[in-house]
């Protein structure tokens, strides 16, 4: 879930005060690589967590003529089949019959290609069991290399991990992380980092070919935090990620195209991966009952799966929907900056638009000249992480000029699998007017004199 999105949630205990892990066990995690590397022994970052006041309790927003977000996970009372079929099967987790038809299903019918796919709660969960199968228990360095415009959850996971992440800046017109960025850092912290995090941003499609060579030479794993990617396909006309043996992480959030509750999924080409990530995520068990290896419990319950199979049934319906109706968002609004789609189809979440550059930094004043006019927008992601202050106790950061320009001007515009072409005439024209009270209002701010000295 993002800060946007945030639903209420009742706070019953403090936030956890430091992070460390524990003895290691006897076996790395992945085979001994030939590497010329040494490996760091740093010591794991202590992680101080400032004081959080309480939320408030949650007040009622008024209702939206066209609401940002509107999540549309299949209707649970509308499943009573699977519900009873889940009743008289006796197994509700643990890789039940009804994981097992999502992981098939999701392998057969998105990426149509060799490998396998694993089931988990969550992408959060999914990311940190990725990461750490891939850097094994004594990571060969100390540093995860993500950009700093991301979700939370992906430095989360790696600080989880106890790694730091290294935040570098992105492209500015992909909003993809920037591949000179990233080989500034590769080259300035070589044998440091002990994984690269690309993010798929906003379901655009990452140059995965590009990650395997930086792989290959380096010897660096990757993991791909492709949280908003699940029904993009690449400019090959495959799956997003159909075919790459480094892991990808998607979410199937409730606000996301692939709309559960809370689900993920992680696909990989190499089945021995997913095999592995299988056993940790069911407590580490590589032999009946008996860890092998480091776990944890990210198994999704058969109720959640069944969500899944019935939103793979309509997925397909959906995201011809949502492109569609980001194709008219383009029409409609020429005259401003869309993100730059590298791949033949993109699973849009929302519309993110860049507002003029002299509206740059005036983004809340927009959003709030939207709200009052009944139309939602959201702000992604913004903050980014460089920006949050756990992020800057805890990660290490790269300049970040494109980083910085995109957070001053980027807004999200609604989208859902429900709204119509009349709804996106009502928000263009509302954007529009929207734009211009704020650049009137800009106008007649008087500006400060300068005295000449
Ligand atoms: C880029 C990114 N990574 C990870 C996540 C976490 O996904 P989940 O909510 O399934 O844990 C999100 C969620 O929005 C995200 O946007």
Redesign the pocket.
Known sequence: ??PDQAMPIAITQDPVASVGLAQPPAQPLRAARPSKRKRTADATPTLAVPEQPRPAAAESKPSLRVPFLRPSPPRLSELTEGLVAIEASGVFSNYGPMNCRLEEGVLTRIFKSPGECLTVC???IG?MLAIKQAVGWQPRGRYALMPSF??A??AHAALWCGLTPLLCDIDPDTWLPDADAEQAMIERHGDAIAVILP?ATFGNCLDLARYDRISTAHGIPVVI?A??SLGSVGADGRAFGAGCAHPLVF???ATKSFATA?A?LIYSADAGRIATLRMMGNFGFGEPRTATMPGLNSKLGEVSALLGLAKLDEFERITLHRQAIYALYRQLLPEFEFQHLTGARTAHQFVPVLLPANLAGRVPEVVAALAEQGIGAGRYFVPHLAEQSFFQASCIVDALPATIATSRRILSLPLSDSITPADIDLVCSAMRRACRKVADAQAHTPRPMVLST
């Open positions: 879930m993002t969550n992408a959060t990311l991301t979700f959850a992906t993010n935090d949280a908003a979410s199937m959030h809370e993920g």
